[in-house]
């Protein structure tokens, strides 16, 4: 009998593959080694395949649809409404074969390799950033242990730098100057590395338009354009703006019952890194605001009546609205007429 849908449960070393013909009965449920993968699905004719957007989804659909088959990639808070009972790998193979049939259940677009070394610059450049904190903050804490502290912010380290370069300051031990120099040298491989990776982005922004029309938007800059370029490639896939910033988790939680609408915080149900630059840029539109209260009479109105943090969350919502028209529409940001008046 034919295999119409299969669902795969993607795994390090053994996946789990569950096929159902036209009249739903089960064909197979069986494990696979990751070598019996590919020549297990070339051998079957072509057919609709099911599995969660984790990690390696991408490479796999890809292959997949060279082989002919059509892969719906899904997310794993709805893959998780179709589990039965129990955790295991034939239970989650069946709930992914039983989700990719579902007419409302939303699919994850396949990314390509290019698009996926792009968004991968980003994380490993926030890594190195982290790595980069850290290592500041152990040096302030060694240094503090001795009596050296220094002010904060950049200009406080470059003392604290000096310090352990110097070898005649007598405040530091042989030994301590020897591991902090480690972690000096730490710090600047650190900002090496950072730094080739904004100019590799700066040159990437230089030659996308829809990045250079992002940058447009008062609180987007290289870093954020580029970030949603690549995260997401085609802005179609949203219906309207609010699907958008929906996706991103800066929309309000809405827990309504009984003709009641209640709306909370933020949902949080989204892309953490998007979400994060949409509401960093936002504050620098609200020091901005501050400054130049005409240029921004809905943001100084706003302020007036909500607290600083809701007003940021409530722009980098907005930037977001207005981030997908951009891209939608293929056009650049235009200032109000009534803000500049």
Known sequence: ???ITIGIDLAKNVFQVHGVDANDKVIFNKPLRRSQVLPFFAELAPCLIGMEACASAHYWARELKKLGHSVRMMPAKDVMAYVKRGKNDAIDAAACCEAV???TVRTVPVK????????????????????????????RSHLAELGIVAAQGYEGLKVLLAIVADSSDTRLPEHARASLSALVAQIASCQAEIGAIDKRLLAQHRKCEDSKRL???????????????????DASIFKTGRDFASWIGIVPREDSTG???????????????????????????LRQARAHPEKYPWVTQLLARKPAKVVAVAIANKTARIAWALLTKKENYRVQTNAVA
């Open 101 to 103: 049939r579902r007419p």
């Open 259 to 285: 003709g009641k609408r209640r709306l909370g915080p933020i949902s949080k149900q989204g892309d953490r890194y998007l979400r994060r630059l949409l509401i960093v840029g936002a504050f620098a539109v």
């Open 215 to 233: 940058e447009t938007i008062p609180s987007i800059g290289v870093i954020g354009a580029t970030a949603i370029v690549a995260t997401v490639p």
């Open 112 to 139: 390509t390799p290019e698009q996926q070394a792009q968004l991968m610059q980003h994380r490993v450049r926030e890594l190195l950033i982290g790595q980069r904190t850290q290592s500041i903050n152990a040096l």
């Open 1 to 3: 009998m034919q295999v």
